[in-house]
């Protein structure tokens, strides 16, 4: 496992940008995939990005396809989410997560959490 901390949420109006950032500690980070996760209040928890160990690969679920970026620099051990354009339906809690597998990121089973961090846009 990798400890993960998030920063870099907050109140933000629809149409404008917010970036997440996700430090990791340990030297396995560069053997990991990163994600991102998210839970809005009463609904359940979903897969929003992930990048392979490598960088060169990265998914996202459809909702933020062309809105939202995921990359990652091995160097400072950080994963980011550039999220742009966003909708009052991005507001959520957003999760830093890692693994070995991008699989078991994309079905939510990471073994690897940050705390979270709050993202709300306001309409």
């Known amino acids: 496992q990798v400890q993960l901390v998030e920063s870099g949420g907050g109140l933000v109006q629809a149409g404008e940008s917010l970036k997440l950032s996700c430090t990791a500690s340990g030297r396995t980070f560069s053997s990991y995939a990163m994600g991102w996760l998210r839970q809005a209040p009463g609904k359940e928890r979903e897969f929003v990005a992930g990048i392979i160990k490598g960088g060169g690969h990265t998914q996202y679920t459809d909702s933020v396809k062309g809105r939202f970026y995921i990359s990652r620099d091995n160097a400072k051990n950080t994963v980011y989410l550039q999220m742009n354009s966003l909708k009052p339906e991005d507001t959520a809690v957003y999760y830093c997560?890692?693994?070995?597998?991008?699989?078991?990121?994309?079905?939510?089973?990471?073994?690897?959490w940050g705390q979270g961090t709050q993202v709300t846009v306001s309409s």
């Open positions: 997560v890692g693994d070995q597998s991008l699989h078991k990121i994309r079905i939510l089973t990471p073994d690897s």
